[in-house]
Every structure is written in C-alpha cells, then in structure tokens.
C-alpha cells in the first residue's frame, strides 16, 4: 500500500530552527508537496519538490532525497505565527495526491 | 472576491436531516475537489471534477452526493449522515485534475452530525 509518515506533533522555540521529516512509499512518484494549515484555515502551498536536494525559499526550505523515499521541511528563524500543521503530500504515478496527516508544530516563547 | 469559498463554515445536523455544502472559486480552475479531514488522519479525496465531468469517486458512501453545475461551483449534498460522517470538508482546486499543479484550499465547512 501508499504510505506518508510524519512526526504527529512537535514543539520548537522561537527564533529556533526546526526540522519536520515525511517519509513515504509510493506507487511511483511524481513530485512531493509541503502545505501549511493554520487551525481553522485553509491549508495553503509552501512547497514543490521534484528533483533531488534543497530549495530555499525565505525562512523556509524543502529537500528531497527520491533513492530514500525522504523530505524535509526546514522552518528558520521560528515566529509565532508559524504554529500550524504542515501536511505532506506525494503525487503517485497516476498523479493521484497521496496525503500525509500532518504534523502540528508548536511554537512557545 | 478571489480563491475559493465554502459555506456554511459550520453546520450542525441530525441523522434525518438534509443540507447541502456549497463551493464557489474565482481563479479559473477546471477541476474542482472534495476532501475529508478528521483529526489526526491523512486528507481523504472524496470526489473530482475536471471540466465539469465527474472523474473519481473514492468509494464514498450513497449519503454523500456531489453536484458540479459549472467549473467555478461545486456542491456536496447530505443526506442520512451518521454521526462518523462529522468532520472537515475542505473545497480544493486546480488548472486542471491530474497534473502536478498546486492545489488551492478553501477553509472548509465543519460538519457535526448528532
């Protein structure tokens, strides 16, 4: 079967650094997706990764390593108002999303 | 207005009762979606339209109906929900269903069903 795994919840500081790993299998792959979803709001796009390695965009950043079925999502320079889930999604090969159930990142003072 | 909307944003229901879930998006999209989303589990797809036409329908059960009438409006009708029925219905689209395009979310409508 598809699988999308992530840590369930996560706790940082602010002005910290935090990490959130998705690892997944998948019937073939054709690109993986980061979302950020604040509580009660829309999930909104961060992210796009299809080719191996980094891509920075500001304070946040998306790898991908395909060969070990792994992504991360690094948020810098922590604010407040990142506390929000951020949900992983792979597109199969049939170019079917395949969801993560996200992981909600807790910011404290 | 712009992106996508959903109404209501709450809705309370009993077992017997029917109501519908409205979508609208204002970007141009050709595809239209219906997600599921309960605590703690992955998105659940429910329903896909592209151009208009029904395109996937994830075994969800009879009492869930959709009804797309145009590419900017999309509905979900309730009818005999059961109380595991209560969740977030999230509003999705794209360019285009089947595509690497990003999706764009509305806030959803909170289902309760007593």
């Known amino acids: 079967g598809q699988n999308i795994d992530q840590p369930t919840e996560m706790t940082a500081t602010e002005g910290a650094i935090v990490q959130i790993n998705c690892t997944y299998q998948t019937s073939g792959f054709n690109g993986l997706f980061w979302y950020q979803q604040h509580a009660g709001e829309a999930p909104t796009f961060l992210s796009y990764n299809v080719l191996d390695g980094l891509e920075e965009k500001g304070r946040f950043s998306s790898f991908l390593s395909r060969s070990k079925g792994y992504s991360y999502l690094l948020l810098k320079e922590l604010q407040m108002k990142d506390s929000a889930s951020y949900l992983c999604a792979v597109l199969d090969s049939n170019y079917q999303l395949i969801w993560g159930a996200g992981t909600k990142l807790i910011i404290k003072p | 207005e712009t992106g996508v909307t959903q109404t209501p944003r709450h809705l309370v229901m009993g077992m017997t009762n029917k109501k519908s879930l409205k979508c609208e998006q204002h970007?141009?999209?050709?595809?239209m979606y219906w997600y599921k989303q309960s605590a703690k589990k992955p998105l659940e797809l429910m329903f896909v339209?592209?151009?208009?036409?029904?395109?996937e329908n994830n075994s969800v059960p009879s009492r869930f109906s959709p009804e797309c009438p145009n590419s900017s409006h999309l509905f979900l009708h309730l009818h005999t929900l059961q109380p595991e029925d209560s969740a977030l219905y999230l509003c999705?689209?794209?360019?285009?269903?089947?595509?690497?395009?990003?999706?764009?979310f509305g806030e959803g409508s909170r289902l309760t069903v007593l």
């Open positions: 970007l141009g999209h050709n595809a």
């Open positions: 339209y592209n151009f208009k036409e029904q395109t």
């Open positions: 999705a689209s794209s360019q285009v269903a089947g595509d690497i395009g990003e999706l764009f």
